[in-house]
Nanobody, 119 residues
């Protein structure tokens, strides 16, 4: 099976930048789509950005132009570069993956990493 470990969150001032990372323990070749989701207390988890096995990227409107999602298949890593951060970006960010091939229908979640943007 695939396991995901998210890290790299922290405290950033508004307008600043941060890169968070997700390490895949397992095979990237068993993943169709990966993504970043975020959640604040009392709210639903929301999609931030996704990237599939062909490097096709999708972004939520509220981060488009500010965040960049990427993968390094050789290193089993996924990243989210967050620029021009806003206080409303404060959340716990989770990495997620949908299984491919033999793992179709399988969903994986990391433990989350906290991002706090101060004003």
């Amino acid at each position: 099976q695939v396991q995901l470990q998210a890290y790299g969150g922290g405290l950033v001032q508004a307008g600043g930048f941060l890169r968070i990372s997700c390490e895949v323990i397992g095979s990237m070749f068993d993943i169709y789509t990966m993504g970043w989701y975020r959640q604040t207390p009392g709210n639903q988890r929301e999609m931030v950005a996704t990237i599939n096995y062909l490097d096709v990227k999708n972004y939520a409107d509220f981060v488009k132009g500010r965040f960049t999602i990427s993968r390094d298949v050789a290193q089993n890593m996924m990243y989210l570069q967050m620029n021009s951060l806003k206080p409303e970006d404060t959340a716990t960010y989770y990495c997620q993956a949908d299984g491919a091939r033999r793992a179709r229908g399988r969903e994986y979640w990391g433990q989350g990493t906290e991002v706090t943007v101060s004003s």
